[in-house]
């Protein structure tokens, strides 16, 4: 990118991401211009030289004189640039800001070597395969900024965004444009239902935590007694439904010395017999002192839910598995609750779960720029 004088032509490149070529007339924004030339750059992150694009810039030459470039990569599609004067200190390496005037300035958003990988047509400076440069991108003002720093000269362009089909429909190629207003269609659609998925995983998410708390039809609720020389309690229940999650529900009657705990475990005795383990319980009660004073913590509840493969009269085992020397008696009272028809949360969690994972996939296709900044920032983590 230099003065308008032509210098020739550079490498010869081979086919070009979009149908522009060097000779191409058009009129944009209501200016008209003609193609002059094509240079195509590679860039790559220079902490990690695998990770690797490309861009393509064709030189327009206007009605008025002026020399501009229109670039092109897949991420930030079209922009028109032009040269503008650099009116303030900047450094490449370390400045923060890019100076626009005397008054604005743009952010710097990245900064990446590149190379040259060759070029095409007439340009304003003799393009060189293999010549390296170093970028410095930036943004502010709805517009981006580039500043290309070579070995001899330091030059800044700001662009303007231009839409595919405001270019395809300037060049008066018809099958371009049509293939860009499917593609914007169908990118449409695959917002609309990746942002539709993510509502629907979020609903899920939602009532999965509203409903958690529902324990569902109480069947019967019993307090009991258990101590080292009896510690097995049995609560007949008669299910209605198999394969309906029912809920068990402890809490513990009073509370316990400071420093104590006790350990349940339920269990589940089906009709034919069969013992199932369903959950453990701890209470605790917890006492101290620290710079804020003195503290108490205590947990005295505990539930878990399992599912009936059959109906009929089954059991709830409640067991007395441990409990600490310092209980009197070495006894604990319990309320026993038990609810029938309860709610699993992981069919929500599952639900909105699988839900996420169609949103984020449709609005891949949706946002390709926006997810592969989101993939690209959960690797960098």
């Not at 003065?3 to 924004?29: C, H, N, Q, S, Y």
């Not at 095409?120 to 991108?137: C, H, I, R, S, Y």
């Not at 006492?287 to 009269?313: L, N």
Request: glycine letters at 10%; charged letters at 25%.
């Amino acid at each position: 990118m230099g003065e308008p004088a032509m210098l020739g032509e550079g490498t010869t490149l081979g086919r070009p991401p979009k149908p522009i070529k060097p000779g191409d007339v058009f009129a944009l924004m209501g200016v008209s211009y003609i193609v002059l030339g094509r240079v195509d750059y590679e860039g790559w992150d220079s902490a990690n030289s695998s990770d690797r694009w490309r861009w393509t810039e064709w030189l327009l030459g206007a009605e008025d004189g002026r020399m501009l470039w229109l670039s092109y990569d897949d991420e930030a599609g079209f922009v028109l640039f032009r040269k503008i004067r650099i009116r303030a200190p900047f450094n490449p390496q370390t400045s923060a800001h890019l100076p626009i005037d005397n008054q604005r300035s743009a952010i710097v958003k990245e900064r990446y070597p590149a190379r040259i990988l060759g070029a095409k047509g007439e340009l304003t400076w003799q393009a060189k395969a293999g010549d390296q440069l170093n970028m410095v991108e930036g943004a502010g003002m709805g517009k981006r900024y580039s500043l290309q720093v070579a070995e001899s000269e330091l030059e800044l362009y700001e662009g303007v965004p231009v839409e595919e089909t405001a270019i395809a429909a300037a060049l008066g190629d018809d099958g371009w444009l049509e293939r860009t207003k499917n593609r914007k269609a169908r990118k449409a659609i695959m917002r609309f239902a990746g942002i539709a998925a993510f509502i629907f995983a979020l609903i899920g998410l939602c009532l999965g935590a509203a409903f958690y708390g529902y324990s569902g039809d109480k069947i019967t609720s019993e307090t009991v007694r258990l101590n080292v020389e009896n510690p097995r309690a049995s609560i007949p229940i008669d299910l209605d439904n198999a394969n309906r999650p029912t809920m068990v529900k402890l809490k513990l009657n009073g509370s316990l010395p400071a420093n104590t705990w006790a350990e349940i475990d339920v269990s589940v005795r089906d009709p034919d017999e069969v013992e199932t383990y369903v959950f453990t319980s701890e209470f605790w009660r917890e006492t101290g002192t620290d710079s804020d004073g003195p503290w108490d913590e205590s947990d005295y509840s505990g539930s878990g839910r399992f599912i009936p493969d059959a109906q009929g009269q089954h059991e709830v085992l409640v067991d007395l598995s441990a409990i600490n020397e310092d209980i009197q008696n070495n006894t604990i009272s319990v309320e026993v609750a038990v609810y029938k028809n309860s709610f699993l949360y992981t069919w929500f969690l599952g639900y909105g779960g699988l839900a996420g994972i169609i949103g984020l996939g449709l609005m891949a296709f949706g946002f390709p720029e926006t997810a592969g900044n989101f993939v690209n920032s959960i690797l960098e983590d």
